[in-house]
């Protein structure tokens, strides 16, 4: 009976040290897979998600439209290059349809999506990684952010990004709004002087 009773206890402790061994092991891969930039596609949308929502917390207590994106911009200068522009894009798309209306992410969606292909730019994210992400959500901010983040980075506008905004095959809707945000960054580039915007509308006019 002893015996039996002294069996059952090993049996309860082996399998209690196996979970454990398993469990520090899982939060070991999670750990090292996020300090090598290893994440599959599943793990970075979780991680996006969770970003955002710590991005929406802190953010929501702004009340001015000048101190939201700063601090949009702050959050996503961190969370961007960890968990992708794609992610977000995702997450951001996922928050605007189904968030209340009285959230930022409804309120000034499309001031984030400016934010996000703004940071996207001074990261270093390729060019077609982000006019891939990008979408018409929100007033296709994430294109008028792209463009200004190209023009407040290199003082002009990436060959990349005009071959993708006057591509042919691109549906119209996505390629009026790729040209409007080239009207934001022009008139950033030409220092809202209207003589001075004008000269890189002739610039650029021969590429149409």
């Given amino acids: 009976m002893i015996r039996r009773y002294v069996r059952l206890l090993r049996g309860i402790l082996l399998f209690f040290v196996l979970c454990s061994v398993f469990s520090l092991g899982f939060v070991f891969f999670w750990v090292w897979s996020i300090r090598i930039g290893f994440h599959p596609k599943e793990w970075r949308l979780v991680g996006a998600h969770h970003a955002f929502i710590q991005m929406m917390r802190t953010c929501d207590f702004e ?20 968990w992708g522009i794609g992610p977000l894009v995702e997450v951001a798309t996922r928050f605007q349809v189904q968030a209340h209306r009285s959230s930022i992410a409804v309120e000034r969606c499309h001031d984030i999506q400016h934010q996000i292909g703004k940071t996207a730019v001074f990261a270093g994210v390729p060019m077609p990684e982000i006019l891939g992400a990008c979408t018409e959500l929100c007033q296709a901010g994430c294109f008028h952010g ?9 003082k002009s506008l990436d060959d990349s990004f005009l071959q993708f905004c006057f591509d042919k095959a691109l ?10 945000g080239m009207g934001h960054a022009i008139a950033l580039l030409g220092l809202y002087e209207p ?10 006019a021969p590429l149409d």
């Fill in 63 to 82: 009340s001015e439209r000048v101190k939201i994106s700063r601090c949009v911009q702050r959050a996503l200068t961190t969370s961007l290059p960890r």
């Fill in 146 to 154: 792209v463009a200004l983040g190209l023009a407040a980075k290199g």
């Fill in 171 to 180: 549906p119209s809707t996505k390629r009026k709004e790729c040209v409007h």
């Fill in 195 to 204: 003589h001075v915007s004008l000269s890189y509308c002739d610039m650029y």
